[in-house]
């Protein structure tokens, strides 16, 4: 059975399970993994099937290519979604503020004539600055996380408007700063490689560096974590921050895919970013957002949506997908914290009364019953 970590607070997987000897101690280890793990099998079995089914197109090296740069835009505003959520808090105007930055670095480079190198810089302190509104609305001003995201970003896409006057931004831009997002590495493309090199940089920090585990204990008992010494404050105006960084910089890659503003093309992606941050949740280490789980969840979209598309699927069948995703992910996620509830008061009773029934089993008498 999955046990519950007093470090990580999440269901993580006892590897005791693995330890049966033949078929049947496998099966049940398997089993006993599977509400860790499931996402992860679900995924390799989505592949194995439109492998089976489309195996012209889906199984080869040039669809995955396709996947990997399609979908790099909704793993980084995954991310951005994800570190605001760690905290407990959650941001929704990544979706909205995506609009300003891509139609920013378009137009600050044909209009302005700024050299892209510094567009970029401007947008990811401006991305900053986004962040560093959305968390003194939150923590000073007392507002609701969810309301406080939607109507900054609202306003940033109000602005959007007003600067584009609802029009595209089109415009010669270098081809250095096309090949940000157009370029790859050993066939990889670039934008899949920024989506790694965040994960591991926000993986490090999360599960191994004391600023993780702060931010940990501040989204899963605020209180708690107050009476331990930690500025609550502080933390989740670096998660916003960051949120907005991240979004910023995911703004200029779509800026370089797209070679033009678009004001109607970031809203598309908010939908899949949050689906794939909750649905991340409940894998890997269930009840507690982290950064595996979120990619997995964007790779089990892109394979979903790819392979529904190229088997006929109508216009209609991505949004549907992500919609019942989400439904799918909340409902998971519900019950990942039910269950890890459930576990740390089984463990407060064993800790309490250890003969308390719940940690001692009453065997059965073996003798034949008269």
Avoid at 116 to 145: H, K, Q, S, T, Y
Avoid at 271 to 284: D, K, Q, R, W, Y
Wanted: aromatic residues 10%; hydrophobic residues 55%.
């Amino acid at each position: 059975m999955a046990t519950q970590s007093i470090k990580s607070d999440a269901l993580e997987p006892d590897l005791s399970d693995l330890q049966g000897k033949g078929a049947q101690g496998l099966l049940t280890g398997a089993l006993r993994l599977f509400p860790v793990y499931g996402l992860v099998f679900i995924t390799l079995l989505l592949i194995v099937i439109f492998s089976v089914l489309l195996p012209d197109t889906f199984f080869t090296w040039l669809n995955a290519r396709l996947i990997l740069s399609n979908q790099s835009g909704t793993a980084l505003l995954a991310l951005a979604a994800m570190i605001p959520m760690v905290a407990g808090k959650i941001d929704l105007s990544i979706g909205y503020g995506v609009v300003l930055w891509e139609v920013l670095a378009i137009s600050l480079q044909t209009n302005y004539h700024l050299p892209w190198l510094l567009v970029m810089v401007i947008l990811l302190f401006l991305g900053g600055v986004f962040g560093l509104i959305n968390a003194l609305l939150v923590e000073f001003a007392r507002i609701d996380a969810f309301i406080a995201t939607l109507g900054t970003g609202t306003v940033v896409y109000a602005l959007a408007l007003w600067h584009t006057n609802g029009q595209q931004v089109i415009g010669e831009v270098p081809d250095s700063f096309l090949q940000l997002a157009n370029g790859s590495v050993f066939d990889i493309p670039l934008p899949a490689i920024y989506v790694l090199i965040f994960s591991i940089f926000f993986w490090v920090v999360l599960d191994y560096l004391p600023l993780g585990r702060c931010l940990y204990a501040v989204g899963a008992n605020p209180e708690a974590a107050r009476l331990n010494g930690i500025p609550n404050r502080l933390y989740i105006a670096l998660a916003f921050v960051t949120s907005g960084v991240v979004t910023a910089f995911a703004g200029v890659v779509l800026a370089s895919k797209l070679r033009i503003g678009q004001i109607g093309v970031g809203l598309d992606y908010l939908l899949p970013a949050l689906v794939a941050a909750f649905l991340g949740s409940t894998t890997i280490k269930p009840g507690r957002v982290n950064v595996w789980g979120t990619i997995i969840a964007v790779i089990i979209l892109a394979i979903g949506i790819s392979g529904l598309q190229q088997l006929g699927g109508a216009f209609y069948v991505e949004p549907l997908f992500n919609g019942l995703c989400l439904l799918m992910a909340i409902g998971l996620a519900g019950f990942a914290g039910r269950r890890r509830v459930a576990l740390r008061k089984k463990e407060e009773l064993v800790q309490r009364d250890p003969k308390h029934p719940v940690s001692t089993p009453v065997a059965e008498d073996p003798s034949p019953k008269k």
